[in-house]
């Protein structure tokens, strides 16, 4: 360890206020926005059944702040936005708001395309569909295939009287705290290292 004197220690503290610690800071920063992008990405491909993957491809970690910089998480937009993100997040209670009855795509069918995601914004949107029972009992709208004997109710969609609860998944929280856990911690050895290494300026 170089021997300093006080005047030499006081102008090199002055010097990485001013400084020269930016560019290790800076490397820090960006290490740990990828370290939280893949923590975020992570949770929500572990946590949530997401055919689309839209979710995940909106997880981002960025670096922010310019004097006083920082690391952020986002999940869910900017953008065309993701509705179900929050809820997903922090959970949700879903009821019925302009019917007796929520409208589910059912698992496979038509209103959803093959990675799973709707067709429709709503199930009016699908264009005419009929009420019928399915032999579990529920209630379905759907529309009828073929003919004569063969003909059958095709399932578009599960009528549900809600309230339905989602359970949060707390993807973004968990992964901003594991984020946070990994900058404070390399902040910490970076400092360490520059102080046990302290050289004089000019």
Known sequence: MATLTLEEYEAWLQDLVDGSMRP????????TALVGEANLKGNISQRLNTRSARLIRSA???VVGGDNPGVVLRAGGPG???PYAK???SGATVS???GRYLTIPFPGGPALTGA????????RAAGPLQLFKAKSGRLMLGKRV???????MQAWYILHPGPITIRGKHYMRDAAKTTSEHMTRRLSELLEATLENPEPTG
């Open 24 to 31: 290790a800071l800076d490397r820090v920063l960006h290490e």
């Open 60 to 62: 981002q970690g960025d």
């Open 80 to 82: 065309r936005s993701i």
């Open 87 to 89: 809820a997903q997040e």
């Open 96 to 98: 019925p708001v302009n």
């Open 116 to 123: 799973g995601v709707p067709r429709y914004p709503n199930a």
């Open 146 to 152: 073929g003919q004569g004997s063969s003909a059958r």
